[in-house]
């Protein structure tokens, strides 16, 4: 009845659902080699830059913070949230976790 005039945009149960039952609940074992590999990447271009001898607050900023071999794996594969239970939750659940920076660490006072 209501989706014969709709065509090819009828609600199915994958399109009423939502997307959440597509997020798997935790990190398979690629998905973090891959969040190690993103970070060791990002150590790599600090290091370079660094041997540069370019200057920035950034670069600052970034030098202080642990390496991808000294973080938690707390820190490497969860993130600070206010709203989730323990204020962390996994870096998947981020959207477009690939293409943002991972904070290294947590904020002060959590």
């Known amino acids: 009845m209501f989706g014969s005039f709709l065509g090819a ?3 199915t149960m994958a399109t009423l659902g939502g997307r959440a039952w597509r997020i798997p609940w935790r990190l ?3 998905r973090k080699a891959n969040v190690r590999k993103r970070l060791r990447e990002v150590d790599s271009v600090v290091d370079t ?3 540069s001898g370019v200057q920035c607050k950034q670069l600052d900023a970034i030098k202080d ?3 991808e071999a000294e973080m938690l ?3 490497k594969y969860t993130t ?3 709203t989730a239970k323990n204020h962390r939750k996994g870096v ?3 959207p477009h976790f690939t293409k943002r920076p991972i904070p290294r660490t947590t904020p ?3």
């Open 73 to 75: 794996a707390r820190d």
């Open 92 to 94: 998947h659940k981020v």
């Open 80 to 82: 600070f949230s206010r």
């Open 65 to 67: 913070m642990p390496r």
């Open 49 to 51: 830059l660094l041997a």
């Open 28 to 30: 398979s074992k690629t």
């Open 9 to 11: 945009f009828k609600p």
């Open 108 to 110: 002060a006072g959590f």
